[in-house]
């Protein structure tokens, strides 16, 4: 695994990365000019760890391309991942809670553009700007909704719902159609064995749901994906519409 993103050039954000991702454009103009000076782009890079497991967290970040996905490791050296973040939200939820480490560690899962911002800076913004408050805490409901599911979902449906459900909340969170995932990765996020992933996908794609081949994943028919998985994504997806706004406030 590779360290915690960097960010060579030390260039600020431009307001085409701002727009990038949902929280961010859904705050007031006068927060968002006032963050604009506390935000770096930054490339993250498919595998790289942002956190680990009780680490102190240094910063918090906003995607704009990439997918990161938190993740409980257990001590055997298993995991399964707990939520995933992309363009509509932030990894580092820990610090604005009251709390500098978390028991997951944040993975890179697809690599893209982020916006990184300093702990001590959004620490500052929270408590104190009433729009940056509200908005964190819809956004955390949601993650939290989101977290409480897959673990209903990891304990009650197959592997296949699972997977549909891995693959749907990722393409919500992407652009197109394509994910490059290995079944190695999905296994790892869904905390199962290889072969039940391969299994599930092999009968996807013979449906007719997806393509696959050396990595990269197609769907060629969300409408069937949706149908085959459980009410797990249903739950995620309605929530995140019903606590996050999808205009840019003014």
Known sequence: MLSAASNPTGNHASGHHRAGNQLIGCLPEAVRVLWQGHLDAVNLRQGEVLYESQGELAYVYFPTTALVSLLYATDEGGSIETAVVGPEGMVGY????????????????????????????????????????????????????????????????????????????????????????????????????????????????????????????????????????????????????RLLPDRIAT
Not at 101 to 106: G, H, I, Q, V
Not at 128 to 143: G, K, N, W
Not at 184 to 190: F, G, N, Q, T, Y
């Open 94 to 241: 820990a610090l604005i809670m009251g709390g500098n480490t978390t028991p997951s560690r944040a993975v890179v899962q697809v690599g893209g553009a982020a916006l990184r911002m300093k702990a001590p800076f959004i620490k500052q913004q929270f408590p104190h700007v009433p729009p940056v408050m509200h908005l964190l805490l819809r956004f955390t409901q949601a993650l939290i909704t989101q977290m409480a599911q897959n673990a209903v979902c990891n304990r009650h449906h197959s592997v296949e719902q699972q997977l549909c459900r891995c693959l749907l909340l990722s393409l919500d969170r992407l652009a197109g159609a394509d994910l490059r995932m290995t079944h190695e990765l999905l296994a790892s996020r869904l905390g199962v064995r290889r072969e039940g992933v391969t299994e599930s996908a092999s009968t996807l794609q013979r449906a007719g749901v997806i393509q696959y081949s050396r990595g990269h994943i197609r769907v060629l028919d969300r409408a069937r994906l949706e149908a085959r998985a459980c009410e797990c994504y249903g739950v995620v997806r309605n929530e995140y519409r």
